[in-house]
């Protein structure tokens, strides 16, 4: 095995642990602002993938101009688009 393919499923352990360690204690909320998915994961990206429809926004039920996302949708989104798999410059 090599040492990308260790560290890649290192951190996907990682990942999937601390995910289910936050949903079973509730510390995450189930949806979030889009302000704070701008902040999580950038403008230019959470902007692309609702123009794409991997995301869908809605407006919150208690607040008129609050928009909200699925955590659990965004984060798989994200998760699944890492730029660290695309090719380097130099390989393009």
Do not use: P
Not at 12 to 41: C, M, P, R
Not at 55 to 80: C, G, M, P, W
Request: no cysteine; glycine share 4%; charged share 30%.
């Amino acid at each position: 095995m090599k040492l990308t393919e260790f560290t890649k499923l290192l951190t996907d352990a990682v990942n999937e642990g601390a995910e289910d360690a936050l949903n079973e204690t509730q510390v995450y909320k189930d949806f979030i602002t889009k302000s704070e998915a701008y902040l999580t994961y950038g403008r230019s990206n959470v902007d692309r993938w609702m123009k794409e429809g991997l995301v869908q926004s809605e407006h919150a039920s208690n607040k008129a101009f609050t928009i909200q996302i699925d955590r659990k949708k965004l984060a798989r989104v994200a998760y699944s688009s890492n730029r660290i798999t695309y090719l380097a410059t130099v390989d393009r």
